[in-house]
């Protein structure tokens, strides 16, 4: 089994990738940061296929973190798909999103979502959000294995 943690980010927009990513090296954990723009990709990493067979390349996740407005396939259908993948099913999957619509939250939390976290509007706010998220699944959570 592979110790590394992996955060693979479903996003489609570049300045939420970038600040993302930023947020997540100022965090210090060690953290293999990997990104796709949409739901077919996604599909095509979690299952190794496509540009993605390469796991040394682009190795398992450890969680997910996945928007809800993405082109094509939204977050909650990808979610959907997720949850019923036999291979990748118990993957924690976070959706990091903008919207705080009750109806969202319900919808994903119905769909399997691990949980359900608002964008912050604020660098600083981005940071210590996934400072507390990748503490938990870094070092409190039992992590499925998923190969």
Known sequence: MNDQFVLLLLED????IFLFQRAVA????????QFVRNGID???YLLGEGQFTNRFEFPMPSVIFADLQLPGMSGLQFLTWLRQEPSVRALPCVIYSGSTNPTDVQCAYEKGVTSFIVKPIDFAQWVTRLEVVLKFWMHIAQRPIVD
């Open 42 to 44: 996604a599909q095509c």
């Open 13 to 16: 927009s570049e300045e939420d």
């Open 26 to 33: 100022k965090v210090g954990r060690s953290v293999a940061f």
